[in-house]
């Protein structure tokens, strides 16, 4: 039966005229709203190029030791200012400097960014399981979808260029800390809060003498995934026009340059070691006080 | 003792999707049990009134899942009633709006849990200012008046602790000072020492029970041991499947248990270091006979009354005589009625 050997797929022509109906619809769209839009973005190009070049002018020694002030805040352990130093040492000597500093501009804003607008939805997800199984989703989404996809209509609207790789970095980068945010207050000691009730506190000293400090050793872990992810985006983002060490990555795939492509991966995983590091332990750090310790 | 402080009225607690239309079921005579199986529904309170004392301490007793935490987080409105009505001084809780409920939290009534519920992240002056920072009192006024209590409760030298650092006691007596600090009147605890060490809980007791003699507090106390309830309380309330089944002074519940569920929870008790002399008095004071004190616990009186080789005592308040008890009657006390299975009680 023919029925059976052959899937009933659409007509060919009018596939072809649906998508052609999709393209054009974006394509008005963006016309129509692009330039607003890279308007509205326009702060943040400017902050991330200041922060770019603020990076590359300051000398590398001041650099060097603001990586191991941060390590040292962060692990409280020499063995991380160690590695951290001789990282970046190492980085510079065989040339990768300003391409990681670059690297680093976008990976802190994104981080930012993703901190500022991840924060708030994992709250507002946290009040509400209605906004909790509408959110759910979308996330799931913006987690598993094939990063190029979404590459398309974000070119489509702004461009080549630092502003749609930031926003591509994001995308990818959000889910987990608005996830984890949710999470910890989710989890958060019912009678705790049910005391916090008793007092007659309102609902914003609840949320922020209760919830979030009870939640951030979680909303830590959510920011630490968040600099991994973005750091694993950086070759992709490196496609649409943002500088660092995703470029010379880029350029040793097409060309066959293996030592080009091992020493810059190589870089990008030295900062991702130490961002995890870093940031891991000073979530660990923050609930210390939760370790019982009877030196009474 | 005489002025009402809190009065509850024909409270009702259901839970479920549709408690409202459940009520008629309830005031029918539907069981909790059948409420559970035929219409899926909880019941929490059932047809509660209970008058509360001002200055003293009402305890609430009944087993798990009677309904004690339920109605205690109903003076506070922490649960939402399905019907009745709690009103603190001649104020209907029920009827207050956000921000007036939100006050009456705030400065009327304040509450120890179970579990402690401190803040793990706060040390304990942070904890014990809980209350007096979300009242938004002035910076020096809560330092002081939390030091103030800290000192109370015995914290001195804990002040930068976090609550993980200390043992259960010292962490509800935490509890204990944050809910005093805010100078409340009503005090809410509900099992406030039942998770702590048998030494550790009298000991807890006798802390608030000393300052109770000076604060004079209208206390709320959840309790599902009776010990503890004749220790404190000033009047008790058993609750039964979120019924009150009775309500009295510890002599009285001891003395005529309303039922079979009340009977049980005196049946363990030690009656001779609990019942007084008084609840079992004869008004008519005697000629001759050793004196005791009325609110002398009745083992007590024995063995003066065997020291002394007589059989009838005079009982005396503030050094004047107001009865007698004889030997006969306070050995009758001491035993406990004959229960269903048949044995007789005796005293251990
Ligand atoms: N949120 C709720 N939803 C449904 N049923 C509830 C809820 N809260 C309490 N109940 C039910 O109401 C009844 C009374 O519960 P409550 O917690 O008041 O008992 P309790 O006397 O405090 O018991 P315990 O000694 O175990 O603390 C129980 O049958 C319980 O299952
Ligand atoms: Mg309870």
């Known amino acids: 039966m023919d029925f059976l050997d052959e899937f009933p797929t659409m007509d060919r022509q009018e596939l072809r005229e649906l998508k052609k109906a999709i393209d054009l619809g974006f394509r008005n769209f963006s016309r129509a709203y692009g330039d607003a839009l890279e308007t509205f973005f326009e702060p943040l190009l400017y902050f991330m190029v200041w922060l770019e070049k603020l990076l590359i002018i300051t000398p590398w020694p001041i650099i060097i030791l603001i990586m191991a002030g941060l390590a040292w805040l962060g692990a409280r352990s020499w063995l991380a200012v160690a590695g951290t130093v001789a990282s970046f040492f190492v980085i510079g000597y065989f040339g990768m400097w300003e391409d990681t500093m670059a690297t680093l501009a976008i990976i802190s804003v994104a981080t930012l960014v993703c901190i500022v607008v991840g924060i708030p939805l994992g709250i507002w997800m946290a009040r509400s399981d209605r906004v909790q199984t509408l959110i759910t989703p979308v996330l799931d989404v913006m987690q598993t979808i094939p990063s190029f996809v979404y590459l398309i209509p974000v070119v489509m609207l702004l461009g080549i260029g630092k502003v749609p790789g930031l926003l591509a970095v994001c995308i990818y980068a959000v889910p987990p800390i608005v996830r984890l945010t949710n999470l910890g207050i989710r989890l958060v000691d019912k009678e705790v809060l049910e005391a916090a009730d008793a007092f007659g506190a309102n609902y914003r000293q609840k949320l922020f003498d209760v919830q979030v400090p009870l939640a951030l050793p979680n909303i830590f872990a959510g920011v630490n995934q968040t600099i991994m992810m973005s750091l694993a985006m950086v070759v992709i983002a490196s496609m649409i026009g943002v500088k660092g060490l995703g470029v010379p990555v880029l350029r040793a795939i097409s060309n066959q340059y293996l030592a080009l492509g091992l020493m810059n991966g190589l870089a990008i995983v030295a900062l991702a070691i130490i961002f995890d590091r870093i940031s891991q332990n000073f979530g660990k750090r923050l609930q210390k006080h939760r370790e019982g310790g009877h030196d009474v | ?348």
């Open chain 2, 1 to 348: 003792m005489s002025e009402i402080k809190v009065k509850i009225k024909n409270l009702y607690k259901i839970f479920g999707a549709n408690p409202a239309s459940m009520i008629s079921h309830i005031r029918n005579g539907t069981s909790k049990q059948t409420l559970l199986d035929e219409h899926g529904h909880v019941l929490g309170l059932n047809d509660v009134s209970l008058d509360i004392a001002a200055g003293g301490v009402q305890v609430i007793m009944g087993l798990s899942g009677s309904g004690k935490s339920t109605l205690i987080r109903h003076f506070n409105r922490l649960i939402e009633p399905t019907a009745g009505e709690i009103i603190v001084d001649g104020r209907n809780v029920i009827e207050m709006g956000k921000n007036e409920l939100r006050d009456f939290r705030r400065f009327r009534a304040s509450m120890v849990f179970q579990k402690f519920a401190l803040l793990p992240h706060r040390t304990i002056t942070d904890n014990v200012a809980y209350g007096l920072v979300i009242q938004s009192s002035a910076k020096d006024e809560i330092h002081e008046r939390s030091q103030k209590w800290i000192d109370r409760v015995g914290l001195t030298g804990f002040e930068s602790y976090y609550p993980a650092q200390l043992s259960g006691g010292m962490q509800q007596r935490v509890g204990l000072a944050r809910a005093l600090a805010t100078d409340a009147e009503i005090l809410l605890m509900d099992e406030a020492f039942s998770a702590l060490d048998p030494l550790i809980r009298e000991e807890m007791q006798d802390v608030l029970l000393g300052l109770q003699e000076e604060l004079k507090k209208t206390i709320v106390f959840i309790t599902h041991d009776l010990d503890e309830a004749l220790r404190i309380g000033d009047r008790i309330a058993i609750l039964r499947d979120g019924t009150i089944v009775q309500t009295g002074s510890p002599q009285d519940i001891i003395l005529n248990p309303a039922d079979d569920y009340v009977t049980d929870f005196t049946k363990n008790i030690n009656r001779g270091r609990v019942l007084q002399v008084a609840a079992i008095m004869d008004d008519k004071t005697s000629e001759n006979g050793p004196k005791i004190e009325r609110d002398m616990v009745i083992e007590d009186a024995l063995q003066v009354l065997s020291k002394a080789d007589a059989t009838t005592a005079i009982v005396t308040h503030n050094a004047k005589p107001v009865g007698s008890v004889d030997l006969n009657t306070i050995i009758a006390a001491l035993t406990r009625p004959i229960d269903d299975s048949g044995r007789t009680g005796s005293y251990t």
